[in-house]
């Protein structure tokens, strides 16, 4: 029971002493662990400024096994416990949103001069900031209740990390997803290991897949089959996909994910999981990484208060499943099963209070809000329970909503050379003009991304492309796969002189995308740091750089001329 596995000891003492912390669990939960690193001031001051761009991390590239790794190792001596360990690599990591140039999270190579350095068998250590959880739980918490229902998940603990005699707070100490998290959760670490990261089972993505440990070409076959599966229309979807994937595994991992609020994960937003090919089976299993987005119970990347809480589709192997009346009757089954089984609110709550208790003397100062976050989490639940059989009552409800293919940035030279798309996010009239001339489609879907040129030209405020190219025939009120017009574009990122000739042109203002926004809707979506940030995305995607002090004040005037 969940309440067994998250109910610690009171009587377990602090390990303070060299040699007993050699010898002291690493991951244990009633301890904070502290990591205290030293390094040239000029090699931390690189070390902390390397960063990853956007462009880059979410290239086209990836697709042909290109990945961005702009981080790089630095010499230092590191004190683990009061253990030394000298000349050691330290590196930045973090994908997007957990970079920070302050405190970074951090892996610990240990032995990257001394081959046989380790501690308690451990060679790489990782030490996440917690950027995106100010509760500092989310994967202390969500780890521990993915192990204890019996979906492997790496251990996690505390660590309190000091750079260069500055003490930088605490951190989440996660096992590194390799052999000992392998052999513990299915028995051997002899299959094949990939991660996911933005990335999914479609089409010429088999190589966005990164390939951790195992044979390559075994690998990719595999996931091959599984995209070429879950491509084949069909009633033995399931028959097929369960000669390659664990199905009981997955819908264990899937629930656990949707009971979780695990938007940024695989159900939820195709990333941050890793697949296993077990080497007895030959069938892959997921495993569950990044996990610092928990606790919530609507996604952050794709708002949506229509969209089912009990579970999540995005991710295309989940999608699939739940479109057969018999996945959707699994996937109830298990959540009910975890929610009698495993969802002990009372144990939760009481672990909350005493990790709680724990870190309250290590938090740094721009920590300490930390505790009202933990509320919270206690609020989400205490609440969760009833929120999913409110919803489940009946039957899991339906939800069609097709997953896309995996986002991607064309590179130079690449799905970005001249096309009209690429015109139109410029505001080229003169190449628009071209392309027209050369027999293109104005009202034309893109395969890249799903836009028209209407709209593309729309979002990024090109008022004289908009104008030709209405005058060249584009129908003002075409939708794009998300249901959004020209105009709701327009009207989200306050574009006033399009929205003008938008309207001019006869554009519908009272039609509805698929998450039931009129485009005044749109405009009036209250402006905060996550729209803001949301724009700050869209626009390096497209390559505009976007103003969004302006954009910010155009807004208001948008709605009321929509009104």
């Not at 159900?267 to 495993?287: E, I, Q």
């Not at 574009?495 to 009272?510: F, K, Q």
Request: net charge neutral; glycine share 8%; aromatic share 10%.
């Amino acid at each position: 029971m969940l309440a067994r596995a998250l109910i610690v000891s009171a009587g377990l003492a602090v390990c303070v002493s060299a040699q007993v912390a050699a010898n002291a669990d690493l991951f244990d939960p009633a301890r904070v662990i502290d990591v205290q690193v030293t390094m040239a001031k000029r090699a931390w001051n690189e070390l902390r400024m390397q960063s990853r761009s956007i462009e880059k991390a979410l290239s086209a590239s990836r697709k042909q096994g290109e990945f961005d790794k702009p981080y790089t190792y630095f010499d230092a001596d590191v004190v683990i416990d009061g253990v030394l360990f000298k000349g050691v690599g330290v590196r930045k990591k973090g994908f997007l949103g957990s970079q920070s140039a302050t405190r970074p999270s951090l892996k610990i190579k240990l032995n990257r001069t001394d081959p046989d350095a380790s501690i308690q068998g451990l060679t790489n250590l990782t030490f996440n900031n917690n950027k995106q959880d100010v509760s500092l739980v989310s994967q202390f918490l969500g780890y521990q209740i993915f192990n204890a229902a019996g979906s492997p998940a790496p251990r996690c603990g505390f660590a309190r990390v000091t750079v260069n005699g500055r003490y930088l707070g605490v951190y989440s100490h996660v096992e590194r997803i390799r052999d000992e998290v392998l052999e513990r959760g299915f028995g051997s670490a002899d299959g094949v290991l990939y991660e996911g990261t933005v990335v999914d089972f479609f089409p010429g993505w088999a190589k966005g897949f990164e390939r951790k440990l195992g044979k390559r070409k075994r690998g990719l076959a595999r996931i091959r089959a599984v995209t070429a599966a879950l491509a084949s229309p069909g009633e033995d979807l399931v028959d097929r996909v369960a000669e390659l994937v664990d199905l009981d595994a997955f819908y264990r991992f899937w629930a656990l994910e949707g009971l979780l609020g695990f938007w940024d994960g695989y159900s939820g937003n195709k990333n941050n999981f890793f697949c296993y090919l077990h080497p007895k089976t030959d069938k892959l299993h997921f495993l569950p990484w990044g996990a610092d987005c928990l606790f919530m119970k609507y996604s952050l990347v794709d708002f949506d208060r229509e969209a089912p809480v009990s579970v999540k589709t995005t991710g295309l192997l989940a999608h699939r499943l739940y479109q057969l009346p018999s996945g959707r009757a699994r996937y109830e089954a298990e959540m009910r099963r975890l929610l009698s089984r495993h969802w002990d609110e009372d144990a939760i709550e009481r672990e909350l209070d005493r990790v709680e208790a724990l870190l309250e003397p290590h938090l740094g100062t721009y920590q300490r809000r930390a505790v009202d976050a933990m509320d919270v989490v206690r609020d989400f639940v205490v609440q969760r329970r009833a929120d999913i059989l409110e919803e489940i009552d009946g039957g899991m409800p339906r939800w069609t909503k097709r997953p896309t293919p995996p986002f991607a940035i064309p590179v130079v030279g690449g799905e970005w050379e001249p096309s009209i798309w690429n015109a139109a996010r410029k505001g080229d009239v003169e190449a628009l003009s071209f392309h027209v001339r050369a027999g293109a489609d104005v009202n034309e879907v893109s395969d890249l991304d799903g836009s028209h040129p209407l709209a593309l030209a729309a979002m990024a405020g090109r008022a004289g492309a908009v104008a030709y190219l209405l005058e060249q025939g584009a129908r003002v009120d075409d939708t794009d796969e998300d249901g959004d017009t020209a105009l709701h574009q327009a009207s989200f990122f306050g574009r006033l002189d399009v929205v003008d000739l938008l309207l001019a042109a006869g554009a519908d203002r009272s039609i509805k995308n698929d998450k039931g926004l009129t485009p005044r809707m749109n405009a009036a979506i209250p402006w905060s740091a996550e729209i803001a940030g949301i724009m700050g995305f869209v626009g390096k995607a497209i390559g505009v750089e976007f103003d969004l002090e302006e954009i910010r004040q155009n807004r208001p005037e948008v709605a009321r001329r929509l009104r």
